[in-house]
């Protein structure tokens, strides 16, 4: 048999260089931490699939034979190239360089993450980040990003979820579309009042899940948008009443929370990954530095 098609395996290309580089099987053995007899087997199987030896005896010592001799050049540039590949992989998941993609929805993602990632940004300058705002659920699977945060627990497999905190939501309202409108005393006066609606988005895909529900509050809806953004920025203008988070609400000026007692959902924030990525030390570090923050920021998420 050729030798190209007995010896694709780097197992054997190792065995056979560590044959050479400590001079018998008993101490290639102990480098490779196999027992003699399984080296001298494997060492046999390899010279049979060859059809000569690789070795002549001299003493206790092993020597190259001219079979031997004729592919060690050969055999050195694999190892060179194995180590090479061992030494990417490991700068790969202990680096602390590169780049991470993270998905988030709007205002999540606009709003309270940029600052976030900034002062990442300062402890880790070789990091580089990059920001997908979607409505939707990107595939993580097929690494449209690296992380996602997510407003509800994910349901695709081979993915590593971490639940932060709550999310809560309430009814908000510009101060001028208050003044205009009069004042909301209770849930059966909505009926009486315009709404900013936040709809189905237009590609077809799944609605975000504050959609739902919001036909129940909404009976006089004003204004629609498949944007979360637009939809803040509508409430902002005086269209009517919206629902949003409490945090994005929050970081806003001149909105007023109307019927504080009244919670209209309430959703769930969680930190997802793809399980291959729980190696790697950048997509570790952006993961451990966004969900602290997340914690650390608990009271705002869930408007206490």
């Known amino acids: 048999m050729h030798i190209k098609d007995s010896m694709q395996d780097w197992a ?10 400590h001079g018998s099987l008993v101490a290639a053995s102990e480098y490779l931490g196999l ?5 001298g087997r494997r060492l046999t199987a390899m010279e049979t ?3 000569s030896p690789l070795f ?22 694999m190892e060179s190239e194995m180590m090479a590949i061992e030494r990417a992989v490991e700068d790969q998941s202990r680096g602390l360089y590169g780049r991470v993609t993270i998905s988030a929805t709007e205002g999540t993602g606009t709003d309270w993450l940029t600052p976030v990632l900034f002062d990442f940004h300062q402890l880790y300058p070789d990091i580089k980040v990059s920001v997908l705002i979607e409505s939707r659920a990107v595939d993580l699977v ?18 590593i979820a971490r639940r932060l905190t709550k999310v809560g939501f309430g009814l908000y309202a510009a101060q001028k579309y208050l003044d205009r409108a009069g004042p909301v005393t209770s849930i059966e006066g909505l009926d009486e009042h315009e709404f900013v609606v936040l709809e189905r988005p237009a590609n077809g895909s799944k609605p975000p899940a504050i959609v739902a529900g919001m036909d129940k509050i909404a009976r006089n809806p004003v204004y629609f948008t498949n944007s979360p953004a637009a939809q803040l920025g509508a409430v902002k203008s005086g269209f009517g009443i919206g629902v949003l988070s409490h945090r994005w ?10 019927l504080p007692d009244y919670e209209p959902m309430e959703l769930e924030l969680w930190l997802v990954s793809h399980e291959e990525l729980r190696h790697s030390a950048r997509i570790r570090a952006v993961s451990d530095f966004i969900a602290q923050h997340v914690i650390d920021d608990a009271a705002l998420f869930e408007g206490i």
């Open 56 to 77: 002549v005896r001299a003493g206790r010592r092993m020597q190259l034979s001219d079979a031997g001799a004729a592919i060690l050049d050969s055999a050195r540039r």
């Open 35 to 39: 027992t003699q007899p399984t080296v």
């Open 49 to 51: 699939r060859i059809g």
């Open 142 to 159: 097929h690494r449209e990003a690296d992380i996602a945060l997510r407003l509800g627990r994910p349901t695709q497999p081979d993915l």
């Open 12 to 21: 054997d290309i190792r065995l056979f260089l560590a044959v050479l580089d």
């Open 249 to 258: 609400a929050s970081m806003q000026r001149n909105l007023e929370r109307v």
